[in-house]
C-alpha cells in the first residue's frame, strides 16, 4: 500500500516545491523491486481502491497493521505491506572558487542526502507483523557548477524517471527502496499462503469425525476448523446460482490423523454434528 510520509511531509514540499506524495512515488518503486525479485507475487494498489472506498477507510486507518489485515482478507491476499518515510534530509553547502564570468560564477558544491524508509509484512488472518525492516540510503556529493545553469535538487517529481534518478535525492531514495527490497525477499519465507479448506462431514464416530479432505487439500495435523450447518442459501433471482450461504456455526475439529483424502479429528463443540456438515477453516 502506498506508504505514509507525514512525518517528512514538511521537508518534502520545502525540497520539491509542492506537496508531493512521495509515499505513492516510493511504494511504485519498491512494486518494481519486489516484481523484478521474484520473491513474492505482487498485487498492486489499484486492486485494493474499490475496498477501500466500499469499507470506508481513510488514508490514516491504512496504515494500521489491523485494517491492513482486514484489507488484505477482503482481497484474498497472504500478507500486505505497509510502511512510511521516516526521514528526508537534503543540505547544501557552496564555497566559491572564482573563475566564471559575470553574471554567473563557478561553485563548489557539497551536498549531502539521506532517506530512511521502514516496511512491514503483516499477516492477513492474525493482523502480525511477520517482518519489519528499515532501508537507509546515504549520499554525498561535490561537484563544480556555475552558478545560473539550470540545476534542480528533486528533479523530475516522476521518481521512476532518469532525471530524478540522476538527482542527489533519486540516487538517495533508490538505495533506500532497494535496500528494503532486499529485506523484504530475504524474509519472504516468513509469508505462507492462504489455505482455503472447505469440506463434508463423511463420518460421525461420537466425538470423532472424519471429514472428506485431506493432505490433497494440504489439511495438517493440528488444524483447528470450524464445523458448522448449511440453514439457508441466497440464489440469484435471475440465474438461480447459489451466491452465499447462511451457516450455523456447530463447533471445532481439531485433527490428528491425515489421509490424502480424507482427515479424522476431536470434535468439540454444543450441537452434535452430521454428515454432510461443512468444515472449514
Do not use: C, W
Not at 13 to 34: M, P, Q, R, S, W
Not at 47 to 56: C, G, T, V, W
Not at 177 to 191: D, H, R, T
Amino acid at each position: 500500500m502506498d506508504f505514509d510520509y507525514a512525518t517528512v511531509r514538511a521537508t518534502s514540499a520545502a525540497l520539491f516545491g509542492a506537496d508531493v506524495d512521495i509515499g505513492k512515488g516510493i511504494t511504485d518503486l519498491l512494486i518494481n523491486e519486489l516484481v523484478n525479485g521474484g520473491a513474492f507475487s505482487v498485487i498492486e494498489r489499484k486492486a485494493f481502491d474499490a475496498i477501500l472506498k466500499e469499507q470506508n477507510i481513510s488514508i490514516s486507518d491504512r496504515f494500521d497493521s489491523a485494517t491492513a489485515a482486514q484489507i488484505g482478507r477482503l482481497s484474498g491476499l497472504d500478507a500486505i505491506v505497509i510502511g512510511s518515510i521516516t526521514q528526508l534530509n537534503h543540505d547544501e553547502r557552496t564555497t566559491n572558487i572564482g573563475g566564471g564570468r559575470k553574471p554567473g560564477r563557478f561553485v563548489r558544491m557539497d551536498s549531502k542526502a539521506a532517506v530512511a524508509i521502514t516496511a512491514r509484512i503483516v499477516n492477513v488472518d492474525t493482523s502480525d507483523i511477520l517482518t519489519a525492516v528499515t532501508g537507509n540510503g546515504d549520499v554525498e556529493r561535490s561537484e563544480t557548477l556555475l552558478i545560473g545553469a539550470d540545476r534542480s535538487s528533486g528533479g523530475n517529481i516522476d521518481m521512476k524517471s532518469s532525471n530524478f534518478n540522476e538527482t542527489i535525492i533519486g540516487e538517495t531514495v533508490n538505495k533506500a527502496v532497494n535496500s528494503v527490497a532486499s529485506q523484504l525477499q530475504a524474509n519472504s519465507s516468513k509469508v505462507t499462503a492462504r489455505v482455503k479448506i472447505d469440506g463434508l462431514v463423511a463420518r460421525v464416530n461420537g466425538s470423532e469425525l472424519t471429514v472428506n479432505v485431506g493432505s490433497d487439500n494440504r489439511v495438517k495435523i493440528g488444524d483447528i476448523l470450524t464445523v458448522g450447518r448449511v440453514i439457508d442459501e441466497v440464489k440469484d433471482p435471475i440465474t438461480g446460482e447459489v451466491i452465499d450461504v447462511i451457516e450455523e456455526t456447530l463447533g471445532e475439529l481439531k485433527i490428528t490423523r491425515v489421509t490424502a483424502k480424507s482427515s479424522t479429528g476431536s470434535y468439540s463443540g454444543s450441537s452434535p454434528v452430521e454428515i454432510k456438515d461443512r468444515v472449514h477453516n
